[in-house]
């Protein structure tokens, strides 16, 4: 883990076991609601005939397509272009509204750029933002959030025009306008931030497809891989009106305001106002148009150059590729082995750690030192040249001490120098057995609060990974091996309970015995009603194993980006919400209040756990790219029981901050509840007065032909067990999942779905 994210040991679970089930009823823990007309869609790419990279096929399979915002509000485009409102009553049934229409698409096969999907964003309590996918912007002008009736009407349009150039900087140019464009340039509507009641800053995206090349000839798909990707920051007066009249192809059509323009070589997958700036995570970094190199385009070429070669002569891929893509998989492995100071491995009891150290260097050369909770390292720099030690080693040895992540026996600790390997062996007693530490060392008080440079020399060292032995491994591969659907006869013949858990890891099949002792018995779990999970719906996450998204953390003010040197991977990020969340006009909560009920951040993957991390908890302004992020709670296992999901579209978060007393001195799992030394001691002990509750939902993505499940994973109830349960919310008759939010109903939490043909609430599953 980065120096970004330092985990807070008090708020992880070392002796997590298992999750348990918490059965959801289809009857009564949701509710669904036929969409009103020939329902939403995902399918609008029959009015473009251009190739997509791959990229832009990921971002298009997890776009979202509902947007919530104040009063309990959604709104969403429909199959027929319609913009729709509904508003979910006290009840929890909505009221649907035809609040406008979009123009219908003319198709065209010779516009260079692909449309997108229409999109639509809340600006202020009574107007929206929506996109038609073609390249204009039109203001909704709605009734408040507090009024009976949810009216609306657009009153502004504004085209992005394609031509949109910049200066250095991502700045506007201010040379001469160009020739008026063809058409507008399509894009999405990422965020929003609400300056004042005239003033809005608006975050889009769109794609920038490569001008044809003689030397790419014909071939569209790998003309489509050079694509770029542009941010681009607009201000906008929300209350003013350019008279577009009834036809809203007619009257006076302004062009965008455009603040700044920023480039990458892919789409962000989260944008949000933070800081006074945009906090962006992205697997690339963004940089102005004119500093983006063109090597990529003739690396693209070059290839294209290859294949096209190959294909004519005939051959498939050669023998000399083989072996040369066969020498970067062992060159990267030789990398991957060398890109940390140390390897380290655990069983029950111990840790062995190996410090690899440059030929020459003599036992006497080494002071090594530990007491229970700090380790000390130190070379004598007179002993060999320092041209011979490697930079990751340079950097470990640099930190004069370290605090261990738990404390250890000193007395049965020991380390040895192994001068023919020219190597340190450290082995560390563990104090409790059985408690499985997610890393060696641990971020100590003085670490934060060290200067600026100390913390720019601290940010590229990562947190070491444990290094697998080989057995660990064969019997990881050969757990996930067997995670699959089992049949009746399967399950009988291992005498295992009836579980609508389709890919359910041992360690949760383990406990599925529906334990009597249990609030939750007596109910009844249909696995009928669950269907089988399979469907032909494409995901960013079949056929993989990998979990998350490794992306660079970015912020960029006044459109100048600044990224973390290290990828984080992402598990989840927060449910869509409005930022005046609760809006109710009975309700006496302050503005403040509502803010600090929810906690929201990101959660990133730590060894098999789930931790959330946020930019709350800090004095004055931040650059999130340096400074350490907060450690808010922790999902324990939460990578693990991910991994067996094999068609995920979404994976999102709610964080309720249940202390909102700033006065209030209680703190879950601060050090004085848990004993460093003894983590033993509250083993199944349950967590009181838990500051913030985490509740994370796996969405599938459903068809017409299979059910799509949400799974829901809850904080843990105790240091060993926590609650998890799956109930079918997408596929059948409702369609294919397209977008997810949560809106605030009676002082509640109410996700609501958006699906082809169903509009789905959920009543008691949050």
Not at 292 to 321: F, H, I, P
Not at 389 to 415: A, C, G, H, M, Y
Not at 421 to 431: A, M
Request: proline content about 5%; glycine content about 6%.
């Amino acid at each position: 883990m980065s120096h970004l994210f330092p985990s807070d040991r008090s708020l992880l679970y070392p002796q997590f076991e298992t999750y348990k089930l918490r059965p959801l009823d289809t009857e009564t823990d949701l509710a669904v609601y036929p969409l009103p007309g020939s329902g939403a869609t995902q399918s609008r790419f029959g009015y473009s005939s251009n190739h997509l990279s791959f990229k832009e096929v990921r971002s298009r399979i997890s776009w979202d397509h509902l947007s919530v915002g104040q009063g309990a509000r959604g709104v969403y485009v429909d199959k027929d272009w319609n913009v729709i409102g509904f508003v979910i009553n006290e009840d929890l049934s909505p009221t649907f509204t035809k609040l406008a229409s979009l123009p219908i698409p003319i198709s065209s096969t010779t516009s260079t750029q692909q449309s997108e999907y229409p999109s639509v964003l809340p600006l202020t309590p009574r107007t929206w933002g929506i996109s038609s996918g073609s390249g204009s912007l039109y203001i909704l002008e709605t009734t408040l959030p507090h009024e009976s009736t949810f009216q609306g009407r657009f009153i502004a349009r504004y085209d992005l025009s394609s031509f949109n150039s910049t200066s250095s900087g991502g700045q506007p140019s201010s040379s001469t306008s160009p020739s008026p464009s063809p058409s507008p340039s399509p894009f999405l509507l990422r965020a929003s931030h609400q300056i004042s009641d005239t003033q809005v800053k608006l975050l889009i995206a769109r794609s920038i497809k490569p001008e044809p090349s003689e030397k790419v000839k014909g071939k569209g798909i790998v003309q489509a891989q050079l694509t770029k990707f542009q941010l681009i920051e607009i201000n906008l007066n929300p209350t003013l009106k350019n008279d577009i009249g009834i036809d809203i192809d007619q009257g006076e059509i302004q062009d965008v305001n455009v603040a700044w323009i920023l480039q990458s070589g892919d789409l962000p997958i989260y944008c949000k106002w933070s800081n006074d700036g945009w906090m962006i995570l992205s697997s690339e970094q963004y940089t102005s148009p004119s500093s983006v190199n063109d090597a990529d385009q003739g690396e693209a070429e070059m290839d294209g150059e290859r294949k096209e070669m190959t294909s004519k002569s005939g051959l498939g891929k050669s023998s000399l590729s083989v072996s040369q893509e066969q020498n970067e998989k062992n060159k990267m492995d030789i990398e991957d082995s060398s890109i940390y100071p140390y390897k380290w491995t655990q069983d029950s009891d111990s840790i062995n750690m190996i410090i690899p150290l440059p030929s020459g260097i003599k036992r006497q050369d080494l002071n090594i030192t530990f007491t229970s909770s700090t380790f000390s390292i130190s070379l004598d720099s007179s002993a060999i040249p320092s041209d011979t030690i490697s930079t990751q080693l340079n950097k470990f040895l640099s930190k004069s001490q370290r605090s261990f992540w738990t404390t250890i026996e000193v007395d049965s600790s020991s380390w040895t120098f192994d001068p023919v390997k020219s190597q340190v062996e450290i082995d560390l007693t563990k104090i409790d057995e059985n408690v499985r530490w997610p890393s060696i060392f641990s971020p100590s008080e003085n670490d934060f609060n060290e200067s600026e440079d100390e913390e720019e020399e601290d940010e590229d060292e990562d947190e070491v990974p444990e290094t697998l032995s080989e057995s660990t491994l064969a019997a990881v591969r050969e757990s996930f091996n067997n995670i699959k659907t089992r049949n009746d006869d399967t399950r009988d013949e291992r005498n295992e309970p009836t579980t609508n858990h389709l890919a359910m890891p041992a360690l949760l099949r383990e406990e599925m015995d529906f334990d009597l002792d249990d609030d939750d018995d007596g109910q009844e779990y249909d696995q009928d009603d669950l269907g089988d999970g399979h469907n032909g719906e494409v995901s960013m996450s079949s056929g993989s194993s990998k979990v998350g998204k490794e992306v660079f953390i970015g912020f960029i003010k006044d459109g100048i980006p600044t990224f973390s040197k290290n990828t984080t991977t992402v598990l989840s990020i927060p449910l869509s919400t409005s930022s005046a969340y609760s809006f109710d006009k009975s309700d006496e909560t302050s503005a403040e209040e509502k803010e600090e009920s929810l906690e929201e951040g990101i959660i990133i993957k730590s060894a098999v756990d789930g931790l959330l991390f946020s930019t709350k908890g800090s004095q004055g302004q931040r650059d999130i790219t340096k400074k350490p992020w907060k450690h808010i709670s922790t999902n324990p296992a939460l990578a693990f029981v991910l991994s067996s999901k094999r068609d995920l579209r979404f994976t999102r978060h709610l964080t309720i901050n249940t202390n909102t007393n700033p006065n209030s001195n209680s703190q879950s799992h601060s050090q004085d509840d848990v004993s460093p030394t003894s983590p033993s001691s509250t083993k199944g002990q349950k967590i009181d007065n838990m500051d913030t509750q985490t509740t994370l939902l796996a969405f599938d993505s459903g068809s017409s032909i299979g059910q799509g499940n949400l799974y829901v994973y809850y904080s843990p109830h105790s240091k060993t067990e926590a609650r998890q349960g799956v109930i079918p919310v997408s596929g059948g008759d409702k369609g294919a999942l397209l977008g997810v939010g949560v809106v605030k109903v009676k002082g509640k939490e109410r996700v609501v779905i958006l699906c082809e043909n169903a509009l789905v609430v959920l009543k008691g599953v949050i």
